[in-house]
């Protein structure tokens, strides 16, 4: 299910930055006293009362400036309102309304989206007389907070939920069909990978990066599986999303994660591996995907009879928290090694659906207990009692100790080594959880 995108925007300096902090849960955007802090839109996974969303904060609105690095905050701003389902404005209630404000407001009646009105800076009782002028901007009742010290944000929040759209049934597809998920830099060879594996034309493939524009759903079936390829347009890093083209390419690549079961992770082996492959890889792997890595354009390789050797090392050295994943090398020009995808792509997403029985499971625990003693903190050692398997898709673990606080990340590590030597789990990360049994 794709969830729904709530976009945070307003004149500069009103407080848009620590809001999005707090509703993120974490200090992901730069907050400085001064306006122009923030100049492209930032992501976030956001959740109010069981209900996830996407969060995007932007560079604050200053209208009718003819600065370059104005003109781009207002634009970066004005595709994060094209994309969202729900806007809050924020406005500054110490200051009240501005010239500013209202040339926000006005464009956010054109945009004929659903507008909660935020009046920051609120921080004491004595200070809510200041909402009542905010009536005149025409976007209801307004919300008194507090950004800084988290007052008021939850019924915000509670504002903002409530214009969600209906939430999606179930999907259209089969449960048995595997749907893929093809994600990468621009113009790695995404597309190109999709009509190889297709054997038809169904993408439009071409060397300007940024071509494809949304995710495009393909389904298709190949010895009696059913598939469906999702492919995406190219995630630049944040500061290079610039091009209007490219309004949604990070957020529909993360929303067509959503709603995969695997993930083909291309990589451009003419280019190498950059610090976005890993970014990208990170979304799918904090996604619970199941992951391939597709080291693509392989025939523009200089090779000699260790360079997919030396390649290999390289993908496991950079993406050292994928050890799971399996690596092909392709190129989706002559169409080397293309066929070997599937099923691979069929392997993994098995794996990442294995339900391993409770006997079967607890006794591997039982075994790497003996093997290695588990950790101990001022004389305490913990005990692992009981273990289950409680979800798949991917596989969780929940682990039943006396301590939950003892357990030490490197013992987990250890602990889902051996897992993996007994049960396979190729290609899909394993969650383990930990309950305190009383």
């Not at 500069?12 to 200090?27: C, M, Q």
């Not at 999709?194 to 389904?219: F, Q």
Request: glycine share 8%; with cysteine.
């Amino acid at each position: 299910m794709s969830y729904p995108v709530v976009a945070i925007v307003g004149r500069p300096n009103v407080g848009k930055s620590t809001l999005f902090n707090r509703i993120a849960g974490e200090r992901i955007s730069i907050v400085e006293d001064q306006p122009g802090i923030t100049r492209d839109r930032i992501y976030s996974r956001g959740d109010w009362n069981g209900r996830p969303f996407h969060l995007i904060d932007t560079g604050g609105l200053e209208m009718g400036g003819k600065d370059e690095m104005l003109d781009h905050i207002r634009h970066q701003a004005e595709l994060a309102i094209e994309e969202a389902d729900v806007i809050i404005m924020l406005v500054n209630g110490s200051e009240g309304i501005t010239a500013a404000d209202e040339e926000v407001a006005h464009m956010l009646y054109r945009s004929k989206k659903h507008v909660v009105l935020g009046v920051n800076k609120i921080d004491h009782p004595k200070h809510v007389e200041a909402l009542y002028e905010f009536y005149s901007l025409g976007f209801g009742d307004p919300i008194a907070v507090s950004a800084e010290h988290g007052s008021g944000t939850g019924d915000l929040l509670d504002e903002v939920v409530a214009l969600f759209p209906e939430e999606e049934g179930e999907e259209e597809y089969d449960a048995d069909t595997i749907r893929v998920c093809v994600i990468g830099r621009p113009n790695a060879g995404k597309s190109s990978l999709v009509n190889t594996i297709l054997g038809e034309e169904r993408v439009i493939v071409s060397s300007v990066a940024g071509t494809t524009r949304d995710a495009i759903d393909t389904p298709f079936t190949r010895d009696g599986q059913e598939y469906v390829l999702i492919d995406t347009a190219g995630i630049r890093k944040r500061g290079k999303v610039y091009e209007s083209t490219e309004k949604y390419s990070v957020l529909r690549a993360l929303k067509a994660l959503e709603r995969a079961d695997v993930a083909l992770i291309v990589i451009d082996g003419e280019r190498g591996i950059a610090e976005q492959d890993k970014r990208i890889a990170g979304y799918a792997h904090e996604g619970g995907r199941a992951c391939i890595f597709v080291v693509n354009k392989w025939d523009a390789v200089e090779k000699d009879e260790s360079t997919m050797r030396r390649m290999e090392e390289e993908v496991r050295d950079h993406f050292h928290f994928m050890k799971y994943a399996p690596i092909l090398f392709t190129s989706a020009k002559t169409g080397q090694r293309v066929h070997k995808v599937l099923p691979v792509v069929q392997q993994v997403a098995e794996q990442h659906a294995l339900r391993v029985s409770t006997s079967a499971l607890n006794d591997v625990i039982q075994h790497a207990l003996i093997a290695t003693q588990p950790p101990s903190d001022k004389g305490k050692r913990l005990r692992i009692q009981y273990a289950t398997q409680v979800s798949v898709k991917p596989p969780l673990i929940l682990l039943f100790v006396n301590d939950p606080e003892i357990m030490h990340f490197s013992y987990m590590r250890y602990l889902e080594n051996r897992l993996r030597e007994a049960f396979g789990f190729v290609g899909t990360p394993v969650r383990i959880g930990l309950r305190k049994k009383s």
